[in-house]
């Protein structure tokens, strides 16, 4: 069965500060893909990144980065220089590879609080 | 680019009653996904659709059904509604030619049962 936890309830940062989300996996695939949304106070799930099982390379997009490490099964989540706007709920997902209509399975999320 | 159409964005209901939630997905895509996101709780998987037949069922009550039509649109039918379906319904479509499974979302429907 998969399983994504998200051992980090709440976190509360002040502004400028980097902050690092932790999501730990457990699936028996080999293929799978696992993904990190971000839901603000206004509800909408944002799609952050996506990454296959097969692609340990981290990721950097501006003020954000991914590290992936299958060994440990951790797919964690950093923010630079962390700002008020990024204040929301994060969700990290997984999901199998089929070809059709595979669900996601989705952490308990982690509502990061970043204060001016 | 168009994205996933939710309506209504917003619906309240008394106890009992019944309500149809609709999504329509991003065009092309063939494969439909509902979940449920209780206050404070992760989007949970209902069920999905591909090419209009049943692929995946989560923990969809039995008080709940959904079908997806001919133009790939999807409804959502729930039935002798509780207090605890109050909770915000996601749709989500996908392409499945794209080799990969990447679920585009819609903005949700919030349900409220009074």
């Known amino acids: 069965a998969q399983k994504v936890t998200q051992a980090q309830t709440e976190i509360s940062v002040v502004e400028k500060e980097d902050v690092t989300l932790d999501c730990v996996y457990e699936t028996r695939d080999t293929t799978y893909y696992l993904f990190w949304y971000k839901q603000p106070p206004s509800g909408e799930l944002v799609f952050l990144i996506r990454?296959?099982?097969?692609?340990?390379q981290n990721e950097i997009s501006g003020r954000y980065s991914w590290n992936f490490q299958k060994s440990t099964s951790s797919f964690n989540f950093t923010i630079t220089a962390s700002q008020v706007v990024d204040s929301a709920v994060y969700f990290c997902?997984?999901?199998?590879?089929?070809?059709?209509?595979?669900?996601?399975?989705f952490g308990p999320g982690t509502r990061l609080s970043v204060l001016p | 680019a168009a994205g996933v159409i939710q309506s209504p964005r917003h619906l309240i209901k008394e106890k009992r009653e019944t309500a149809t939630l609709k999504c329509y997905p991003i065009?092309?895509?063939?494969?439909v996904y509902w979940y449920q996101q209780g206050p404070g709780q992760d989007p949970q998987f209902l069920i999905s659709?591909?090419?209009?037949?049943?692929?995946d069922k989560g923990s969809i009550p039995d008080r709940f059904s959904a079908q997806q039509f001919s133009d790939y649109h999807s409804e959502l039918n729930m039935s002798s509604l509780e207090l605890g379906d109050s909770a915000l319904y996601f749709c989500a479509s996908s392409f499945s030619g794209l080799g990969y499974n990447e679920q585009f979302f819609g903005p949700g429907t919030r349900l409220t049962v009074l």
């Open positions: 659709f591909y090419e209009k037949m049943q692929s």
């Open positions: 990454r296959n099982s097969f692609d340990e």
């Open positions: 997902a997984l999901s199998e590879a089929r070809d059709y209509g595979q669900n996601f399975v």
């Open positions: 065009p092309r895509h063939d494969t």
